[in-house]
């Protein structure tokens, strides 16, 4: 059964740096590209970034471009998003999110984490 | 990008009755090399995160009940609940997955009337 737990969300100041974890079971973790995905309060979703199974490659949003990086660690099954320069849009709650392939960059996503609530409060 | 836009933004449907959510993509999703439709429908209940329901614009996924199917292709594309029942009260957003950015309509809040 696929487990996917985000942590590391909380209050920040605009312009500060947070980053958020992912821990994965219950797949081959490296066998699959993982996404984050965003969604603000009360608002719709918005899909911020891809990375490869093997983290070689990484695809943003344009919104977060430049402020966020996408990683990971195959070897503790964790998936990592730094994010820097934070504004107040970027609140949301974030989730991890694995795709139904074990493709290098699957993008039919079919397992989600429960998510992670980041605000940016002055 | 491709844009997603979804219609309408709520709707309120009597038991038992029909509710259909239109998606319309502001270019085709549908692949030229595999006759596919990159176009995914989920499900969202407050404070839980989205759930697959359909894929391939038209596939259910295991467990979703028959009551809710997926039409359409290239562009147009439908979601419809053909008996609402009061666990089918949520937030259903498209998506497409034919390339990246990834993008997501605005989503359709369904509720009982």
């Known amino acids: 059964q696929v487990h996917l737990v985000e942590s590391g969300g909380g209050v920040v100041h605009p312009g500060r740096s947070l980053r958020l974890s992912c821990a994965a079971s219950?797949?081959?973790?490296?066998?699959?590209?993982l996404h984050w995905v965003r969604q603000a309060p009360g608002k719709g979703l918005e899909w911020v970034a891809v990375?490869?199974?093997?983290?070689?490659?990484?695809y943003y949003a344009d919104s977060v471009k430049g402020r966020f990086t996408v990683s990971r660690d195959n070897s503790k099954n964790t998936l990592y998003l730094q994010m820097n320069s934070l504004r107040p849009d970027d609140a949301a709650v974030y989730f991890c999110?694995?795709?139904?392939?074990?493709?290098?960059?699957?993008?039919?996503?079919?397992?989600w984490g429960q998510g992670t609530l980041v605000t940016v409060s002055s | 990008d491709i844009v997603m836009t979804q219609s309408p933004d709520s709707l309120a449907v009597s038991l038992g009755e029909r509710a259909t959510i239109n998606c319309k993509s502001s270019?085709?999703?549908?692949?030229?090399?595999?006759?596919?439709?990159?176009l995914a429908w989920y499900q969202q209940k407050p404070g839980q995160p989205p759930k697959l329901l359909i894929s391939w614009a038209s596939i259910r996924e295991s467990g979703v009940p028959d009551r809710v199917s997926g039409s359409g292709s290239g562009t147009d594309f439908t979601l419809t609940i053909s008996s609402l029942q009061t666990e089918d009260v949520a937030v259903y957003y498209c998506?497409?997955?034919?390339?990246?950015?990834?993008?997501f309509g605005g989503g359709t809040k369904v509720e009982i009337k």
């Open positions: 998506q497409q997955y034919y390339g990246s950015p990834l993008t």
């Open positions: 999110a694995k795709p139904k392939s074990a493709t290098p960059l699957g993008f039919l996503i079919d397992s």
């Open positions: 270019r085709t999703v549908l692949s030229s090399s595999n006759s596919k439709n990159y």
């Open positions: 990375i490869s199974d093997d983290g070689s490659d990484e």
């Open positions: 219950g797949f081959t973790f490296s066998s699959y590209g």
